[in-house]
């Protein structure tokens, strides 16, 4: 079901009829030598997670969150004895428990490092990764053949792509007939009958993203963003035969404070706009800030927790 990324006919890996024999690193198929990253020239633009690692996983590295499972466990439904393909998979948060369901599952990413530490968390979870097969590829060139798998999820990569238009058409492509694409969406407000106040916390993420921008914007660096208002509905309602939705009840209160979620992603260049921001000229301002900040809003105001209840979870269904 593979395509051999040299001769471009299907592979049964790792050795291609052509002879090149795909280069395994650490258990992840190297079926793409496409950069890491690309920002610059006339071809399509993407900002893959090499350099932002851990930073993107925090505090829920070793564990799999409730609402993944609950996703997971509405995939794994969908998806029966076929193949799943979780496209730009990160650091695996539904590969890992739709591998605990059992299913068949491609996991793929443009970077090796996210591949890394989903490795790592499976291991830490003790999540059997033997149905699952770890790739390196580019979202927009998928090495799969058309009509291969049977369920396709790529959650939170479109925005991350200039050209998330040609992503939906190689979805499309893999996708056999009947095939769904699933799209996760927070479905927020359903069960929320009581309003936290949750001013404070706002007011200080706003205010040190705002002006963190602003020391920046001075020196000439600006946050990076492609697809943010791409029509994924509009594009979607061409390409597939079929919509459908579904809603998964999320109950429950949860406490993060800042100090365990939006500060370190933040001070970890962790935010996929923060990319193009250089070490010293991120450390500088974040200093300034922080030292800012603490004046104003007390030592150990990282302490300040988000209360809140969790969103139930959206599902899109569309079928090829
Ligand atoms: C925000 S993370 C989302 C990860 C995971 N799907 C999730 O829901 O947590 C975006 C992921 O897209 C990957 N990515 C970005 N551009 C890509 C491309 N052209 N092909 C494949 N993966 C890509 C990044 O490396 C990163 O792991
Ligand atoms: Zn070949």
Redesign the pocket.
Known sequence: MFI?P????S?TLPV?????SVPNFNGIWQLSDAPDTVKTGDGDLYIGYEEIGEAYSGNRKYIIEEADSLTAGEIAELCGKGVFLDLACGDGCLTLPCAKSGIKIIAGDISNKMLEILKERADHLNISLDNVTLCRINALNIPLADESVDTVVANSVLHLISNPQKVLDEIRRVLKTGGAFVCLDDAPGGQDDEAEDNFLYFEIVNNLYNKYWELLGRKGIYPKKYSWRFDREAACGKLFASRETRVIRHWGRYETKLSDGFLPRFLCRGFSDQTDVPKEAHEAVTELLMKDFRGRYGEDFDSLAYIGRYSDILITVYRK
Do not use: E, M
């Open positions: 051999c040299k001769c471009h006919n592979i291609c009829s052509c002879g090149y």
